[in-house]
């Protein structure tokens, strides 16, 4: 399995034709307490870019993108009683969908996890 | 990710520095720009802070808030032509919430005002505190609409600092043991290590608490030793921001504008009897004629159905009508569920009223809800 990340901080963990998405640690942090999720249905289907989840904080209200082209195949119904969880495990329980790849080649600019940290350290 | 709402932000100005900036930073704050300084969003995440502060006591800094002092003669007169309460009546350490008023009575600011007694601020006789945001039009509009003889004085120089919270009245009583006789909309002038403090029983969360208005250079050392209070941690502007909302208090700027009236605005309390019946300050046609025939639209509280928060600028509906706008809402921590504030035309105002609130796209359930959506605790008589 391997782990992508975008410069909009989101991870993406590729296993076969399967991808699964979240937002990083640094991107949790950086919104704060996170009050609600709102996830794509099954068999969305995304263009590299498009509007794909939006995040609540007590704050703001933030979109996020899908990384990569695909059709949505799951969505993590943990989140929506517990959004909480992308405080607390924001790369691991806290991921938001799961996508079948339709481009595999888009994969390819994204940044592995020394490139992000070096990424993050800049900002 | 992309932020699609934020914070009030003054694009395309230089931020200026505050006071406490470095004591904020020292202690982890998250930094944004409001109001034209960089204030403290945050220091632990806006849910901790605001528990804290409903639990124990927050101390908030507001230092970018005008104060302003007002002296002279004929100043109670003069201030009565641009405030529509009862000035003549304001007994000395007494303190009043008003408004200034436009010409067709459209709401230019809210503030508080209290009488001095003549002991602070160089003999003064009013005080008033003003909103950040709107400091530098207030001043404008009030000396164009005051008389020579009264002289109106902006104290930059001055730090406010607010205290609020349960244990505040302990916390504040442990360093200045008077304040502890204070009831609310009280104040009174008092002195900590040599320094004078203006000092008023009141706040902006629906919580017992103070506000402290104390010189620019004395507040690292007042901001310190009450942090060392176990009572005591520094509150940002987003649990601020989350806290006025659940107690029903609107925000100049988004739930108040130069567009709405004070009786659509449900703030008619701050227009004395004796106001309303003798006129003679700016904006009271449009005043009596809402007395009359009801305003147009009132400003109500609203509880949201599921999670999703509604927030400013939303859309009420009912059916295919839209009835309504957003103009504050978010998720309240101490409710465990999104409320809103939001102006509603009159006849589908009423407590009770189902509505339907468009958020991207979707439209999500919504009652009109009495506010405060968290009971006042404010210190009266005993």
Known sequence: MSRYFTEEHEWIDVEGEIATVGITDYAQEQLGDIVFVELPAEGTTFDKGDDAAVVESVKAASDVYAPISGEVVESNGALEDEPALVNSDAEEDGWFFKLRIADTSELEGLMNEAAYKKFVAAL | ?382
């Not at chain 2, 005051?146 to 349960?166: E, F, K, S």
């Not at chain 2, 189902?354 to 009495?370: Q, S, T």
């Open chain 2, 1 to 382: 990710m992309s932020g699609t709402q934020d914070a009030t932000h003054f694009e395309d100005l230089p931020l200026d520095a505050l006071p406490l900036d470095a004591w904020h930073r020292a202690r982890g704050a998250r930094m944004v720009g409001f109001a034209g300084y960089h204030m403290p969003i945050q220091y632990d995440g806006i849910m901790a802070e605001h528990s804290w502060t409903r639990e124990h006591a927050g101390l908030f800094d507001v230092s970018h808030m005008g104060q302003l002092t007002f002296s002279g003669e004929g100043v109670d007169e003069a201030l009565e032509h641009i405030l529509p309460s009862d000035i003549k009546g304001l007994k000395p350490f007494r303190q009043r919430y008003s408004m200034l008023l436009d010409a067709e009575g459209g709401i230019l600011d809210d503030l508080m005002v209290s009488r001095l007694g003549n002991e602070a601020f160089d003999g003064a006789d009013i005080y008033m505190v003003v909103n950040g945001a709107t400091k530098y039009d207030d001043i404008g509009w009030i000396i164009e609409h005051l008389p020579d003889a009264v002289v109106m004085n902006h104290m930059a120089d001055q730090a406010l600092l607010a205290l609020q919270g349960p244990e505040a009245g302990d916390a504040l009583a442990a360093l200045i043991p008077e304040t502890a006789d204070l009831l609310f909309m009280q104040s009174g002038l008092f002195t900590w290590r040599g320094v004078q403090l203006w000092i008023s029983r009141s706040g902006y969360t629906g919580e017992d608490g103070f506000e402290i208005s104390i010189p620019a250079d004395d507040v690292t050392l007042l901001a310190d030793a009450l942090c060392e209070l176990p009572q005591v941690k520094p509150i940002g502007l987003g649990a601020r921001d989350s806290l006025r909302l659940e107690a029903g208090l609107p925000l100049y700027g988004h739930d108040l504008s130069p567009a709405v009236s004070t009786i659509g605005a449900d703030l008619g309390f701050a227009i004395q009897k004796r106001r309303r019946e003798e006129g003679g300050f700016i904006g009271h046609a449009r005043v009596m004629k809402e007395l009359a025939d009801g305003p147009g639209a009132r400003r109500v509280g609203l509880k949201i159905e599921g999670r999703l928060p509604a927030r400013e600028g939303a859309t009420i509906h009912i059916g295919a009508t839209q009835v309504g706008e957003v103009t504050s809402g978010g998720f309240a921590p101490s409710v465990g569920a999104p409320i809103a504030m939001g102006w509603v035309s009159l006849p589908h105002s009423a407590q009770g009223t189902a509505l339907e609130i468009e958020v991207r796209g979707k439209r999500i359930a919504a009652v009109v809800a009495p506010m405060p959506f968290v009971p006042h605790r404010y210190r009266r008589k005993a």
